[in-house]
């Protein structure tokens, strides 16, 4: 089994973010990075596939900036046996030229299965998976909440709004992962220390014309402060009454 | 000079989900900007097209329905191939898709096969000069980006619930059509539909969402904040992470970074502390309500009206007030 899965490097969201100068994105100053949270989930699934196999490989695939490369190694120190840097400083807005430049490279290279958080967390747009899969014409589920391959066969789970769906596709095919596939391991010491001496290759990215920018980012209104009414059962009626009278919900 | 817009219109079973409406609106705003129409394609199986009528209400001028028994469930690849060779024949300026769990795994489909990019989940959209300009909740819903597509056409997914489905009535000429290829040969089979309580709000639609965190200290108390909803009646009830993952709510109940993103009119968070995670799915919120023991807990900050105390004590006497404000 040969397992392909496609990470980002995205800052970590506890943070209050400041827009940069530039008014098209984020003051990159004092963020904290790491890989973004569903493809931790994907690359967690990959891993679980090949151990419970017993064989295979997975190969994890980064497009961006030299600092991608610090992510991939976060993924060869879970167990990923080797690593694709596709260089690309800035990662475009546009996601089908992304997608261009991943199937660019996993064209032909034979992979069972290819995988993808179901979005990332920071652009949190969830196209570049199924684009990718049409690219290279292979089937598709996105957002898959359960995942189990065997014998050529793919089974999933995706949920829907009240209700969810189980889907049968054929492998070789793409999959992007939705929380409750596989919660990701942490690196253990041994893991960091191999992942040093994993495979990774770099390449430029073919990423072809931009064609979706981002033109502002803007914080959004700040909430107004808050106000606490009161202590226990007491509060409760003048909450009622303020529901009723300012927020107007009841 | 394409002027025309396309838009999808969602189905589930023989029925039109509400997004549907909103991808019309969505798609009748950019066509009355560009000066030209709306074309909406519903695929569904036989029986859909009583239904298709429906869309001319909300601005469409021509509905194009594809029934097939492959229909019936949601079918990724005969969906996808069918919009597509309809945006590709048309010369349509735009594409209107919805967001929706179905629109998520559709709308990049859709374009990638146009070989386009997608502006995806836009909470706004417009026409502007020559570019396609719509609004994109980034990083968790903490940043705002605005984004432009030069792209022709320009694709693009609206968040559910972002558009208000408004009525402009038009006499839809509606039109049937044959599926692209063969729909019962698409690769990925939906084998089943799980439906869910269909009693049930789902989080996405509901208006009210009162939503249980740790504070509740026990599964069976849960219990506390499914009577709340029901007293306010149009309610769903939510959880957070802490709570799906020690099993007391299904996963699809989790509402925050990494579960669903909700903006109801009214958001009550009983025994939530406010962890930033949990904050990235629901501050959008209209009137947030907050109930938690730690007055220093950040949910406090967000909160519009907060109470500090034992939420086992608060919650049922809340239960009790609404029931006696609503009269029963």
């Known amino acids: ?250 | 000079m394409a002027n025309n817009v396309l838009a999808f219109a969602e189905s589930r079973g023989a029925d039109l989900r509400k997004v549907a409406y909103e991808a019309v609106t969505a798609a009748r705003a950019l066509a009355d900007a560009a000066g030209g129409e709306v074309h909406v394609v519903v695929a569904g199986p036989p029986g859909i097209a009583e239904k298709a009528a429906s869309l001319g209400a909300y601005g469409a001028d021509v509905v194009t329905v594809v029934e097939h028994a492959a229909f019936a469930d949601y079918n990724p690849e005969g969906v996808a191939s069918l919009v597509a060779d309809r945006a590709r024949s048309g010369g349509y300026r735009a594409i209107s898709l919805v967001a929706s769990a179905q629109g998520k795994d559709l709308a990049p489909r859709v374009a990638a096969k146009v070989g386009v990019p997608l502006a995806s989940d836009l909470t706004t959209v417009q026409l502007t000069g020559d570019k396609v300009v719509g609004t994109h909740p980034v990083n968790t819903g903490k940043v705002i980006a605005t984004v432009a597509l030069t792209a022709n056409p320009a694709v693009v997914s609206m968040r559910p619930g972002a558009v208000t489905a408004a009525e402009k009535p038009r006499n839809a000429r509606v039109e049937n059509a044959a599926p692209v290829g063969d729909p019962a040969a698409s690769r990925v089979k939906v084998t089943q539909t799980i439906a869910g309580n269909t009693a049930k709000l789902d989080l996405g639609d509901a208006p009210i969402i009162v939503s249980g965190g740790r504070g509740l200290k026990a599964a069976e108390n849960f219990k506390l904040v499914e009577d709340l909803a029901a007293a306010f009646g149009n309610a769903a009830v939510g959880a957070t992470r802490a709570v799906t993952d020690d099993g007391w709510r299904p996963h699809s109940d989790q509402i925050g970074q990494t579960g669903r993103q909700v903006s109801p009119n009214l958001y009550v968070a009983v025994g939530i502390s406010g962890a930033i995670q949990h904050l990235a799915g629901m501050r959008t919120s209209k009137t947030i309500v907050a109930i938690n023991k730690d007055p220093e807990a950040p949910i406090f900050k967000v909160a519009d009206y907060g109470i500090v105390g034992d939420v086992l004590e608060i919650v049922p006497a809340l239960t009790a007030a609404v029931k006696a404000a609503k009269g029963h």
């Open chain 1, 1 to 250: 089994m040969k397992i392909a899965v496609c990470i980002k490097r995205v800052p970590e969201m506890d943070v209050r973010f400041k827009i940069a100068p530039s008014g098209t994105n984020v003051d990159e100053t004092g963020l904290k990075w790491d890989m973004s949270d569903f493809d931790g989930y994907a690359v967690e699934a990959a891993l679980q596939i090949t151990e419970k196999l017993g064989s295979g490989e997975v190969v994890v695939v980064s497009l961006g900036p030299d600092a991608a490369q610090e992510t991939l190694r976060k993924a060869l120190s879970m167990g990923a046996t080797r690593a694709i840097h596709l260089k690309a400083d800035p990662i475009p807005f546009d996601n089908f030229a992304i997608a261009k430049a991943l199937a660019a490279e996993l064209q032909g290279g034979g992979h069972d299965l290819i995988l993808f958080g179901k979005l990332s967390i920071d652009s949190s747009n969830g196209a570049v998976g199924p684009m990718t899969a049409e690219l290279l014409n292979l089937p598709c589920v996105a957002a898959a909440s359960k995942l189990e391959v065997a014998n050529g066969k793919g089974t999933a789970r995706r949920e829907l709004e009240g209700a969810a769906e189980l889907l049968e596709f054929p492998l070789p095919a793409v999959v992007t992962i939705d929380e409750g596939v596989a919660r990701p391991r942490y690196p253990s010491l041994k893991g960091i220390m191999a992942a040093k001496k994993k495979p990774l290759e770099v390449k430029p990215a073919q990423l072809g014309d931009v064609r979706m920018t981002v033109t502002t980012m803007a914080l959004p209104p700040e909430r107004p402060p808050g106000r606490i009414l009161g202590e226990g059962v007491a509060a409760v009626p003048e909450l009622v009454r303020l529901l009723q009278t300012e927020a107007k919900v009841l």
